[in-house]
C-alpha cells in the first residue's frame, strides 16, 4: 500500500523524472578495476517500499482512498470495491487507530 501514499507517490515521481532510456549505456569499473558499460537502468537505485504492517495509520489512509479510486478506474467489480472500503474503513475505524499507545 506504500506505493499510493503521499511518500510512495513523491518518490515515484522522482524516479519518473529520473527515467532512463533502456537503450543508454553507463560507464562503471567493475571489481576487477576495469572499465565496462552496462544498461543504465540497472545502475540505479531500487525502490525500497514500506511493508503494510509498518505503515501508519496517517499512511494507511492515504493509500486506502488512492487505491479504491484506482480500482474504479480500471473498472473493478463494484462489489469487489466496496468489500475493500468496508475492511478498510473498519480498520480506520478500530479504537487502535485513535490510540496514544505506541504498542498494542
Given at each position: 500500500m506504500w506505493y499510493w501514499t503521499?511518500?510512495?507517490l513523491d518518490i515515484?515521481?522522482?524516479l519518473k523524472a529520473n527515467v532512463v532510456?533502456?537503450?543508454s549505456l553507463s560507464l562503471i569499473?567493475?571489481?576487477e578495476g576495469l572499465p565496462t558499460f552496462v544498461p543504465s537502468a540497472s545502475t540505479h537505485n531500487k525502490l525500497e517500499a514500506t511493508p503494510d504492517k509498518d505503515l501508519t495509520f496517517e499512511q494507511f489512509g492515504q493509500a486506502s482512498?488512492?487505491?479504491v479510486a484506482a480500482m474504479r478506474q480500471c473498472n473493478w467489480d463494484p462489489s469487489h470495491i466496496?468489500?475493500?472500503i468496508t475492511f478498510w474503513g473498519n480498520i480506520e475505524r478500530h479504537a487502535w487507530c485513535y490510540s496514544r499507545i505506541t504498542s498494542q
Open positions: 503521499n511518500d510512495g515515484a515521481d522522482c532510456d533502456d537503450c569499473t567493475t571489481v482512498i488512492r487505491m466496496n468489500m475493500f
